[in-house]
């Protein structure tokens, strides 16, 4: 008797079939089992709608991640109309919530013109409103002046407060990104300065741009450990290759460099090898206090937070107007503690003392040894890689804050500069090595002399003028000096 399909009936099988038998069922048994029960995606056949009312039960995070499931979620995530729920429910004060919500129902805005909107609007604005979560809370805080520095006192405290990190993010020529945290990070009475070591795989001469973002996490209730989003405000950006640079200092094993016209950036690279083989040490950069809170969590991704002007009050009876009462503010560290700092009160400029188109606000003059400062640091930038070491000696960073009558600061810098010996100098009141530290950009100058007493192993600070164009102070105050 055969049984159908060919197969021997189990009375009439030898010992040899009925063990074949068994081996095979056994095998397709082991093959059904690894197999998953079913291929097809049930839920890729829901009608959007139907998919659409299951993700407004999302909250915020939920939705995001759920947005890099697959390009389907990934379209129906970055609705217009979730979001505008989210950021209703979310980040709209209880007084307002009523009014949008009768927006939301159409009263005044329809869902048509929800969906107008460009795509991500919403989304945008939602992680916009939480990086200044208790936006209230912190401008209260800055409003809190140090009189010693006139900056806001609290703004290391904000930062840290709501969270933010620091990203430097270069790419090479081929296109490809490399992200890297600061490895440092160093905050003294006027600036924040950040530091990236270990940067061997990133070469100098293929690096095509850099770009320092700030990084402010969302406040969602629940983390997403593989993807949190994040609010990215950009700093700033260079073009390694169109940017000119120019070195200004250097040790036994590296040199630095520094951009023409960021001149708080400065990298890092060894020494003895060619253009090609060179790759980048570290990176420092520097950023000052004024608005730092401001552009940190107000920029976009791809571009930096405007800092509004200072506008004066208009005064048509004082004769020399925007030529006295200023205050500076000057600052040196070495990005791992203060050198030293100093306020100077009471400046001025007279309009016959008006040269090469710079008003010239003497803050130390050489000729009044009463305000002769004295320190005893040596300057130098210290750098680690790669299990090495070393200082770059005779380099530090300034700070400097210019402040006009009304106590708003009209010129703000941190950068890194290097101690220059003259050679030349007028300077023959102390026994000793005579140095300079100038800096220059579009917004003002600074002079510096200092003289090296290798007795007392102290420096002097004998000079400081700041000085300030002419066509700026013209602009800020309606003058024509």
Same mark, same amino acid.
């Given at each position: 008797?055969?049984?159908?399909?060919?197969?021997?009936?189990?009375?009439?099988?030898?010992?040899?079939?009925?063990?074949?038998?068994?081996?095979?069922?056994?095998?397709?048994?082991?093959?059904?089992?690894?197999?998953?029960?079913?291929?097809?995606?049930?839920?890729?056949?829901?009608?959007?709608?139907?998919? =659409?009312?299951?993700?407004?039960?999302?909250?915020?995070?939920?939705?995001?991640?759920?947005?890099?499931?697959?390009?389907?979620?990934?379209?129906?995530?970055?609705?217009?109309?979730?979001?505008?729920?989210?950021?209703?429910? !979310?980040?709209?004060?209880?007084?307002?919530?009523?009014?949008?919500?009768?927006? =939301? $129902?159409?009263?005044?805005?329809?869902?048509?013109?929800?969906?107008?909107?460009?795509?991500?609007?919403?989304?945008?604005?939602?992680?916009?409103?939480? $990086?200044?979560?208790?936006?209230?809370?912190?401008?209260?805080?800055?409003?809190?002046?140090?009189?010693?520095?006139?900056?806001?006192?609290?703004?290391?405290?904000?930062?840290?407060?709501?969270?933010?990190? *620091?990203? =430097?993010?270069? #790419? %090479?020529?081929?296109?490809?990104?490399?992200?890297?945290?600061?490895?440092?990070?160093?905050?003294?009475?006027?600036?924040?300065?950040?530091? *990236?070591?270990?940067?061997?795989?990133?070469?100098?001469?293929?690096?095509?741009?850099? &770009?320092?973002?700030?990084?402010?996490?969302?406040?969602?209730?629940?983390?997403?450990?593989?993807?949190?989003?994040?609010?990215?405000?950009?700093?700033?950006?260079?073009? #390694?290759?169109?940017?000119?640079?120019?070195?200004?200092?250097?040790?036994?094993?590296?040199?630095?460099?520094?951009?023409? &016209?960021?001149?708080?950036?400065?990298?890092?690279? *060894?020494?003895?090898?060619? $253009?090609?083989?060179?790759?980048?040490?570290?990176?420092?950069?520097?950023?000052?206090?004024?608005?730092?809170?401001?552009?940190?969590?107000?920029?976009?991704?791809?571009?930096?937070?405007?800092?509004?002007?200072?506008?004066?009050?208009?005064?048509?009876? %004082?004769?020399?107007?925007?030529?006295?009462?200023?205050?500076?503010?000057?600052?040196?560290?070495? #990005?791992?503690?203060?050198?030293?700092?100093?306020?100077?009160?009471?400046?001025?400029?007279?309009?016959?003392?008006?040269?090469?188109?710079?008003?010239?606000?003497?803050?130390?003059?050489?000729?009044?040894?009463?305000?002769?400062?004295?320190?005893? !640091?040596?300057?130098?930038?210290?750098?680690?890689?790669?299990?090495?070491?070393?200082?770059?000696?005779?380099?530090?960073?300034?700070?400097?804050?210019?402040?006009?009558?009304?106590?708003?600061?009209?010129?703000?810098?941190?950068?890194?500069?290097?101690?220059?010996?003259? *050679?030349?100098?007028?300077?023959? !009141?102390?026994?000793? %090595?005579?140095?300079?530290?100038?800096?220059?950009?579009?917004?003002?100058?600074?002079?510096?002399?200092?003289?090296?007493?290798?007795?007392?192993?102290?420096?002097?600070?004998?000079?400081?003028?700041?000085?300030?164009?002419?066509?700026?102070?013209?602009?800020?105050?309606?003058?024509?000096?």
């Amino acid at each position: 008797m055969e049984l159908p399909h060919g197969k021997p009936a189990e009375s009439t099988m030898t010992s040899k079939q009925r063990r074949k038998v068994l081996w095979m069922n056994k095998v397709i048994c082991s093959r059904s089992a690894s197999r998953p029960s079913s291929t097809v995606n049930y839920f890729g056949r829901l009608p959007p709608e139907v998919l =659409m009312k299951i993700l407004s039960f999302l909250d915020a995070s939920s939705l995001y991640s759920i947005g890099y499931v697959n390009k389907q979620l990934h379209e129906l995530a970055n609705s217009n109309a979730l979001w505008y729920r989210l950021y209703v429910r !979310d980040c709209v004060e209880r007084k307002l919530r009523a009014k949008l919500m009768d927006e =939301m $129902a159409g009263v005044h805005m329809s869902s048509a013109a929800i969906q107008e909107k460009p795509r991500g609007h919403w989304k945008r604005l939602l992680f916009r409103k939480m $990086a200044g979560f208790n936006k209230d809370k912190w401008l209260h805080q800055l409003k809190v002046i140090n009189p010693y520095t006139g900056l806001p006192r609290q703004t290391e405290h904000v930062l840290r407060s709501a969270g933010v990190t *620091w990203e =430097m993010t270069v #790419m %090479d020529s081929s296109g490809r990104q490399y992200s890297f945290r600061p490895s440092r990070v160093f905050f003294s009475e006027s600036s924040l300065s950040l530091t *990236w070591q270990n940067l061997a795989q990133v070469s100098s001469w293929y690096s095509q741009s850099l &770009q320092v973002h700030s990084v402010v996490p969302m406040p969602f209730d629940r983390a997403v450990a593989s993807c949190s989003p994040a609010w990215r405000s950009l700093i700033t950006q260079v073009d #390694m290759n169109k940017e000119s640079w120019h070195y200004f200092g250097a040790s036994r094993l590296v040199r630095m460099k520094q951009s023409h &016209q960021f001149h708080g950036i400065t990298i890092g690279v *060894w020494r003895g090898l060619k $253009a090609k083989e060179c790759s980048i040490v570290f990176v420092k950069m520097t950023l000052h206090f004024h608005k730092l809170v401001e552009r940190s969590l107000f920029g976009s991704v791809t571009c930096p937070y405007a800092v509004p002007e200072h506008q004066p009050v208009f005064d048509d009876i %004082d004769p020399e107007y925007g030529l006295h009462g200023y205050k500076v503010h000057v600052e040196l560290h070495d #990005m791992v503690k203060p050198i030293m700092s100093g306020r100077f009160t009471g400046l001025f400029c007279r309009r016959d003392n008006i040269r090469d188109g710079c008003i010239t606000l003497k803050a130390i003059s050489r000729s009044r040894k009463s305000e002769h400062t004295a320190f005893r !640091d040596e300057l130098g930038l210290k750098w680690c890689s790669e299990g090495m070491e070393g200082t770059v000696e005779n380099c530090c960073v300034v700070n400097v804050t210019v402040l006009d009558e009304s106590d708003t600061p009209i010129w703000c810098v941190s950068s890194a500069v290097a101690l220059t010996r003259m *050679w030349e100098s007028d300077l023959f !009141d102390y026994r000793g %090595d005579p140095y300079s530290i100038q800096y220059r950009d579009p917004g003002g100058k600074l002079f510096m002399n200092l003289i090296w007493m290798e007795e007392l192993r102290q420096y002097f600070l004998v000079r400081l003028n700041v000085s300030l164009p002419v066509a700026k102070i013209n602009r800020l105050y309606r003058r024509s000096y």
